[in-house]
């Protein structure tokens, strides 16, 4: 008998399709709310997203109390306790956060100050201090890639001592995530692009890191599946709403899968680049992943040849030699993201990107080092592997 | 009948063998920091005074080790000066059981979720794998295989430690004898 063990957990309800935010008021009530605060940023307002979500709650007699739009892309303490103070005077009694993975955060944070009480969120950073459900919280995610809207961690920066403050608690899971194709209907193709390479990394490495479990492989190859089929179709057809709703559900259900199994060194070595290097993750994500699965190769064939079958289809997994098959797999996620970089230019290179010098790989090595996604990776890691994995991707 | 009086004797080795594990392995913590560069070099990116813990929930035994400076842990037993700054819990002593008798790496017990960091990860990722480096001192090489994810090949450590900490092994791991089924 084998020592596996595992545990999966996921009670957000997934409210996904069309006609899907119609459904907010129906959730709320259910929750017994009845004065919801919404919880996004000035990029989703300007591009009128927040219209259908208010009409769909007024039409049904549910105000929208208080809407706070000022969310910035790298979110903070301040920030979290400014909306806090909003949420309380205007006696707000539930969150609907719509945006990207800053606007999710900064929502789950203020969720765990406006439920748990004070204004010092600091104090309820960590792993396991919050002990008690909080109020009622729905996500309506605007990009298809970071899987926030499934994953019971938030990150928010300290601005008086520059250091990011994790927050882990299964109570941060929103009560429901609202998918709706017409939120991510005006993404622009570069971003397009990058995040669904985040939750096609997602799902690739939650497939293949050390955590993995046949709950949360279910999902990952679900979702490496339908971003294979639709990512490029809706590349070229960015009005094609039926694809745009398969890349939104992938990037769920790779949420998923990996907050059950973890992610690893494409993640660490991406938390670090973007950290020195201010480049978007989603890119960084894109721009390892090819490298650390040659890395990880001899500790993957398996799983990694088994994911041949979702990324290329029945016919190619077939002809190809299961010997062969882990190989294959590198090379269509190779051949995906030379079809990105024609059609917007996503970077395949971290000298493709201008914006990362050589200079910087050692400093990003080793701050990668330090990252969390390293335990789960199926190699044990050391410096030289790091900065080898690094010179690899830079040109 | 016989059942009810044979498990009391079970858990009760298990807990000693557990116990002398963590014994075991903080003197090697402190042994193996004054001569290997390898533990020197993850150990110096903790503060000084920084208190580890490894413990079974939720109030078994402990191990404490502290990093006194310039990569050198020092064995507090099983009792802190002051807070600890970083804490690994086993969840249950079955767990802790696991991972001590090398039948379940440290990462994968991680990976299951046998137990929980309460403190900062990477300290918590930095300390795994000062642990990886002493797992591969003190077993043979055989059984270092099963208890890390890779067999470094760079061990150079004088036979006189190995022998005294494999010394222990060899009481240890006949508690496994004894109580595994
Ligand atoms: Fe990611």
Known sequence: ?395 | MLAKRIQPMVFQARRLYVELMFQVMGRALQAVSEIDSAVQKEARALPDGFLFEMMVMPDGSRLIVEHTGNGRFHYHGDSAPRPVDLSIQFKHIAHAFLVLSFQEKTSVAFANDRMLVDGDISYAIRMTRVLNRLETFILPKLVAKRAVKEYPSNLHLPEKLLSAARIYLKVATHFVETVRA
Not at chain 1, 81 to 97: L, N, T
């Open chain 1, 1 to 395: 008998m084998t020592n596996q063990y595992y545990e999966f957990f996921c009670p957000v309800k997934v409210i996904a399709g069309k006609a899907a935010l119609e459904h907010i008021p129906y959730e709320l009530t259910g929750l017994a709310a009845k004065r919801p605060m919404i919880v996004t940023d000035k990029g989703v307002r300007a591009a009128g997203l927040l219209d259908p979500v208010v009409a769909a709650c007024e039409e049904s007699g549910l105000e929208i109390i208080s809407i706070y739009d000022d969310v910035p892309p790298d979110s903070s303490t301040d920030v979290v306790r400014d909306i806090a103070g909003i949420y309380r005077s205007e006696k707000c009694d539930s969150i609907i956060a719509v945006g990207g993975g800053s606007a999710i955060d900064t929502a789950k944070a203020v969720n765990i100050l406006v439920s748990e009480g004070g204004d010092d969120i600091a104090a309820y950073s960590g792993a396991g201090v919050i002990k008690h459900p909080l109020k009622p919280f729905l996500v309506v995610p605007t990009t298809a890639g970071t899987g926030s809207e499934v994953t019971s961690v938030a990150v928010i920066t300290d601005t008086t001592k520059s250091v990011k403050l994790p927050f882990t608690s299964s109570f941060l899971l929103p009560n429901a995530a609202v998918i709706d194709p017409r939120m991510t209907l005006t993404l622009p193709p570069h971003i397009t692009a990058a995040t669904a390479m985040d939750a096609m990394t997602h799902a690739t490495e939650a497939f293949t890191c050390m955590a993995k479990n046949p709950l949360s492989d279910a999902y990952a190859t679900a979702a490496v599946k339908k971003i294979s089929t639709s990512l490029l179709q809706v590349m070229d057809n960015p009005k094609d709403s039926d694809g745009r709703l398969e890349l939104a559900q992938a990037s769920t259900m790779a949420g998923i899968a990996f907050s059950n199994s973890m992610v690893g060194l494409v993640h660490a070595l991406g938390h670090a680049t973007g950290a020195i290097c201010h480049l978007p993750h989603g890119l960084c994500m894109s721009l390892y992943l090819p490298y650390v699965l040659e890395y990880n190769l001899e500790s993957i064939r398996a799983p990694l040849g088994e994911l041949l079958l979702y990324l290329e289809g029945p016919d190619v997994y077939s002809a190809t030699p299961a010997s062969r098959r882990a190989e294959a797999s590198i090379s269509a996620l190779r051949k995906m993201r030379d079809e990105l970089h024609k059609r917007c230019k996503l970077p395949r290179t971290l000298k493709e990107t201008g914006s990362v010098e050589e200079h910087q790989l050692d400093t990003i090595a080793d701050m990668a080092m330090d990252d969390g996604a390293m335990m789960f990776n199926p190699k044990e890691v050391s410096l030289d592997d790091a900065r080898a994995v690094l010179k690899r991707a830079w040109a």
